[in-house]
Every structure is written in structure tokens, then in C-alpha cells.
């Protein structure tokens, strides 16, 4: 448990929006999740900042950071305070990737519950179209599994709508093939071809 002043404060009450000013009064940082029935942070990078509660109790997930990938059933299971760079590191040597942001740095948890879009988008659609389920605790204690088949309508509403739905303790990604080795870079065209290029 951690208060103003303490060592590890800092970080763990920073979030990706410096615009958000509130200060919570305590913050909790568990890692397991052996137990625990609440959450608020994850990987700290909604844009809303609603990771932090003003003057309230802010449990810090940010150490739960363990991937599980099976390659056969190409899913990975991720735990709500990892980061893009976290999943990429574990699925990579399988040749397999989830569609996630653009930074490696970004929280898994802010950006898939936000909708979350990154460089395979338009191949494979936001990342809370490639979310398979998510196992979340709700405001009644009670730990639900919540997929197109379990729990559908809590599971369309945490795909892109926002808080306040519960906290999610772990999420399930389906893979796709990519890579282990891609080619990026920049296309860019001369200006004298950008009829042609506009009209291709």
C-alpha cells in the first residue's frame, strides 16, 4: 500500500494523460490476483483518466503483467496491467499478433475497454473486436467470464463502452499470423504522381 510520499507513489499514480489532475488518497498494488475483487488501474493509459479516483482508493494492477499464449488455439491471455510491448514480447516467437495500439508503453487494459485501434486495424479489425473474453469482477464481488457467449451483453458493453461495467482481471485475445520477421516503413509518393496515386 502505498500514500503520498512513499517511494513507488510517483509511478504509480502516473497515468498517460498529464491533463488529469486527481490524486487518489491510497493506492493498493497487489501481485496476484489471488483474492482481490477490485481494480481501477491497469497499464495507466486511458485517455479519460478514470485510472485514478479523487480522494479515493486506487488498487494499482500494474505489476500483473504475466502473457499466456497458446499458439494452437492462437489466444493469449493477458493480465490487465501489461503493456502492448508485453503482449508482442510473448506472442512474436509463435509468428502471432493481436491487434493493439501504436506504442509499445500503451496499457493493454485502457485501450482495449476504449475500443483500441493500432497498425493491423484495418486487416483485423479494434482490438475489442479481437477480444474473446474478459474475466471481470462486477460491483457485486461476483467474478464473470464475459464473451459472445457467456454474459454477452456485459461483454458488448466493456468492448468500447467505457467504465463502470466492473474490472477486468484478465483478457483473452484471439492471434493472427504476423510475422515473427515484418517489413515497415514509410510510402511516399512525388507530388506530380498524386493524381494517379489519389485516383489508384
Known amino acids: 500500500m502505498l500514500t503520498a510520499g512513499d517511494e513507488g507513489w510517483d509511478e504509480a499514480v502516473l497515468v498517460w494523460n498529464a491533463m488529469v489532475a486527481a490524486k487518489p488518497s491510497l493506492v493498493v498494488q497487489p501481485a496476484s490476483d489471488h483474492g482481490l475483487l477490485l481494480s481501477i488501474k491497469g497499464g495507466g493509459n486511458n485517455i479519460a483518466g ?15 503483467r504475466e502473457v499466456t499464449v497458446d499458439p494452437a488455439a492462437r489466444l493469449a491471455h493477458v493480465g490487465p496491467g501489461c503493456l502492448l510491448q508485453d ?3 510473448a506472442t512474436q516467437p509463435y509468428g502471432l499478433a ?17 475500443g483500441g ?5 484495418r486487416r483485423f479489425g479494434w482490438a475489442a473486436d479481437n477480444l474473446e473474453e474478459a474475466e471481470i469482477v462486477t460491483a457485486d464481488g ?3 467470464i464475459a464473451s459472445r457467449a457467456e454474459n454477452p451483453e456485459l461483454f458488448w458493453a466493456i468492448r468500447g463502452g467505457g467504465g ?15 510475422g515473427p520477421v515484418i517489413t515497415g516503413g514509410l510510402a511516399a509518393w512525388s ?7 489519389l485516383a489508384t
Do not use: K, P
Open 50 to 64: 478514470t485510472a485514478l479516483a479523487d480522494r479515493g482508493l486506487t488498487l494499482d494492477m500494474s505489476r500483473m
Open 98 to 114: 493481436t491487434v493493439l495500439g501504436f506504442v509499445s508503453e500503451t496499457g493493454v487494459a485502457g485501450l482495449t475497454l476504449g
Open 117 to 121: 485501434f493500432g497498425y493491423l486495424t
Open 142 to 144: 461476483r467474478t464473470r
Open 87 to 89: 503482449i508482442d514480447r
Open 164 to 178: 463502470n461495467f466492473g474490472v477486468v482481471t484478465r483478457f483473452t485475445f484471439r492471434l493472427h499470423e504476423v
Open 191 to 197: 507530388a506530380d504522381r498524386a493524381d494517379d496515386v
